[in-house]
């Protein structure tokens, strides 16, 4: 069959994509990247939050239009929405073929067949049955890919559903974890990008104790690797030791993504999460004394149970106090079977909304300020496309995540100037609005 892949949400969930695709493969199947080219669709879908949820369901939708219109034969529905809601999805939407839990998808191949034959499938096999290992088709930039080192969570935030949805943390086994990076290596990728939902804690489950450090270290001896990328990291298990390795480490890019959620002690302790702001303050200022030029990268949320004026007025000044590189803010999402759910004091929606729009705001002229502090300096940066309307190329610098944060344009270059995965020396000249512009000084790919 020809079979499409959308994936939706995070990163982690691309990676249990690329192996369903591998599987695909793998069996015969033939891929493509527009639905509208496939015989069959296959969803993985996140269910995060609300908006997760909403696009999830707008997609699905969009995939039984083509299905009424005879372009699809079948739609099948995966992921984090499908586990969550599970036969509430299947009767919300008769027209899709098979609603499959996160401990199915290793089936997909033979759910597949069966809906070939005219089945229809909805079932969920336990969700610690998602395989941490297997074989990918990458479908990311050739030169980058996400390296998931753990399954599930065991933090407990009570506004979360993830652990409800996905269980309780999985640590994969090291070797298991430096022979897919190994393999990354080998197929092109340069830049490694480290993920779990909660990167901190890896190792804990098996091990005892946090072994990100060690795992860092082993994943800087590979070789082919350009930059090493750490993402979500909890603030409390971010040890002096791991500070080390990625201060003393080249290959590991100077960025952190930390999210902290908020500062205010009351509201971490009812979030079922630890420190205040002045635990964060000190967190913060070591990581700048010690990883000097280090970008970080957060999360915050406005509007959760109990949050007052002053609450988010305590926020708002540690944002401006702290004058974070990167900022993501979301407003507190009523998730059921959450404790927070069921929490007194509930903020209004609007209000929770509004609280988010001027942090983002606030955020804003911080960036701004802090992109032009970095006119006429000199940063490295990976080309990862050309932009036609704009007739230049594009990339990140290393201070930029992929998909996340801002782009680098390349002032006057020709179509054929560069290619994708090439590292380069940039002097940045400009700034368009949140994007830098940059004139390439040096080529850094031969080094």
Known sequence: MIVSMVSLGCAKNLVDAERMLYLLKENGHTLTVEPGDAEIAVVNTCGFIQSAKEEAIETILELVQLKNEGTLKAIIVTGCLAERYREEMAEQFPEVDAVIG?????????????????????????KNELPLTGGRVLSTLPFFAYLKIAEGCSNGCTYCAIPRIRGGYRSVPMEDVLKEAQWLAENGVTEL??????????????????????????????????????????????????????AKEPKIVKYLDIPVQHCSGKILKAMRRGGDAESLRVLFAKLRERIPGITLRTTLMTGFPGETEEDFAELSAFVEEMRFDRMGCFSYSEEEQTVAASMPDMVEEAVRIHRAEMLTEQQMTISYALNEQRMETVTEAVIEGYDKWAECWFGRTAADAPDIDGKLFIAGTPADGYRVGQYVKVEITDMLDFDLIGEVVADESAK
Request: proline share 4%; with cysteine.
């Open 102 to 126: 996160l401990g199915d998808e290793k089936q997909l191949c033979e759910v597949i067949r069966r809906v070939e034959e005219g089945q229809r499938v909805v079932q969920f096999s336990p």
């Open 193 to 246: 990008v480290v993920v779990a939902q909660d990167t901190t804690r890896y190792g804990e489950d098996l091990y005892g104790e946090s072994r990100l450090p060690v795992l860092l270290t082993e994943l800087c001896k590979i070789e082919g690797f350009r930059w090493i990328r750490v993402l979500y990291c909890y603030p409390e298990r971010i040890t002096d030791e791991l500070i080390e390795v990625i």
